[in-house]
């Protein structure tokens, strides 16, 4: 399949100012649609008020062009004097790649954003939009990666690395399984190494069981070229957690101090209203220093979140709006279905 990096990205929208201040240059991407758009400003904003002592240049790649949104990170650009670059894609060779209802063709913006920044960049640091900051990056601006070193990753946790060395046949993937929401990524060896070109084929044409579309096939070409960075750095944290500790403090056995990116995964976000959890309160003091301070939480859209939210509301001892919530999730299964 011939694929032209030109005609990926449509429009490209730059903002702030790129001039250095510090010794330290950090360049962060994302690739988001719109559903992810709020959680990435949060994240990028956490970022920015825990490394005030780095050069930091971020770069969005996404398909949904919203005013609202792209001006509220104009405003946080001047403001903090960093430069933000918006590159604005066309999807539609995407949905092409396997996908569902819970991993849209978006988990593959990733690619489109390594593809296009090895142009002109060395390395990227990959952040997924529900992974926020509450440390200091500048190690990671001041590493180079060597040569035959494709990324620094983190091992994703021990129930998902079971089972994938097997899975995809890969048996150096049952230590080595690493999560992608976070990747300090070489751009030079995955030019060289044309990366993209080989990760497609791997899409379109493998028979392998995956699970994880992006984040097998990018574990499948990397494997023996990672270098593994501490769980501090790719803290994985899912929310529904709460649900099981049932202990509001429970949080800090997997969020420590020296913990410097969370990666709240899951159904239940960090900004959907009812994860009124004090382990989410790193998603809360970005907030309130953003451009978004003043926009509402996001409540449900899914079956999945209604669900997660009545049940998050019972624990919460509010049975009445759990009630609600759950009549919502009987009307947005039915409505689903329709």
């Known amino acids: 399949m011939e694929f032209n990096i030109a005609d990926a990205v449509k429009t490209v929208y730059r903002y702030g100012s ?164 976070v990747m300090f990524v070489s751009l030079a060896a995955w030019r060289d190494n044309d990366i993209f070109k080989r990760l497609l084929e791997l899409l379109l044409t493998s028979n392998l069981k995956l699970h994880f579309f992006d984040q097998d096939v990018l574990n499948l070409l990397f494997v023996r070229h990672t270098l593994f960075l501490s769980e501090d750095y790719n803290c994985i944290y899912g929310i529904k957690k709460e649900l099981k500790f049932r202990d509001a403090n429970k949080y800090k056995t997997i969020i420590k101090d020296s913990t410097i990116l969370i990666h709240y995964i899951g159904v239940t976000k960090p900004w959907n209203s009812w994860a009124n959890y004090p382990s989410a309160q790193f998603f809360k003091d970005a907030y309130l220093q953003s451009p978004w301070s003043t926009q509402a939480l996001i409540g449900p859209r899914t079956p999945k979140q209604y669900k997660k939210k009545s049940r998050h509301e019972r624990l919460q001892g509010r049975y009445g709006a759990s009630i609600v919530s759950y009549l919502g999730y009987l009307w947005a299964k039915l409505k689903q279905k329709s």
């Open 18 to 181: 790129d001039e250095k201040k510090n010794k330290s240059e950090l360049h962060i991407a994302y690739g988001i649609d719109k559903n992810f758009q709020f959680g990435a400003g949060i994240s990028l904003t956490s970022v920015i008020i825990n490394n005030r002592d780095v050069d930091l240049v971020f770069h969005l790649f996404t398909d949904n062009e919203d005013p609202v949104f792209f001006s509220a990170l104009e405003q946080l650009a001047e403001k903090e004097a960093i430069a933000v670059n918006i590159y604005l894609i066309d999807k539609s060779f995407f949905t092409l790649l396997p996908n569902t209802l819970a991993w849209s063709v978006a988990i593959y913006y990733r690619f489109i954003a390594f593809e296009y920044l090895a142009q002109s960049l060395t390395q990227v640091l990959y952040l997924d939009a529900d992974v926020m900051c509450k440390g200091s990056l500048q190690a990671l601006s001041e590493m180079t990666l060597s040569e035959g070193i494709y990324a620094a990753v983190v091992r994703d946790v021990a129930e998902t690395r079971e089972g994938a060395g097997e899975r995809l046949g890969e048996a150096q993937l049952k230590d080595d399984y690493f999560n992608s929401g």
